[in-house]
């Protein structure tokens, strides 16, 4: 059985763009590559640095989910 991560973080940029006739696009970064990251954990405080590629093979497999808002997107449906 896997084991499911769920994190929560302050976004600096989020944005739905919506196009006449398109469903709404989500834009911004939910992680971004080859930067460390602000100070996480609690009792063992620790960094992290994603490297390029990181989410490429569960991207293609897996159905990500995105909820915002009460809006929830998921990648292989490629809408809100």
């Known amino acids: 059985m896997s084991k499911m991560e769920r994190r929560s973080l302050a976004i600096k940029e989020l944005r739905i ?9 989500l834009m911004g970064y939910a992680s ?3 930067s460390w990251s602000e ?5 063992e405080p620790f960094r992290e640095k994603v490297v390029r590629g990181a989410f490429a093979e569960t991207i293609k497999q897996d159905d990500i989910r ?9 990648a292989k449906a490629r809408k809100l």
């Open 66 to 74: 995105c909820l915002f808002n009460s809006a929830i997107w998921r």
């Open 32 to 34: 971004v590559f080859d």
């Open 39 to 43: 100070e996480l954990g609690g009792i």
């Open 17 to 25: 763009n919506e196009t006449e006739g398109e469903p709404p696009e």
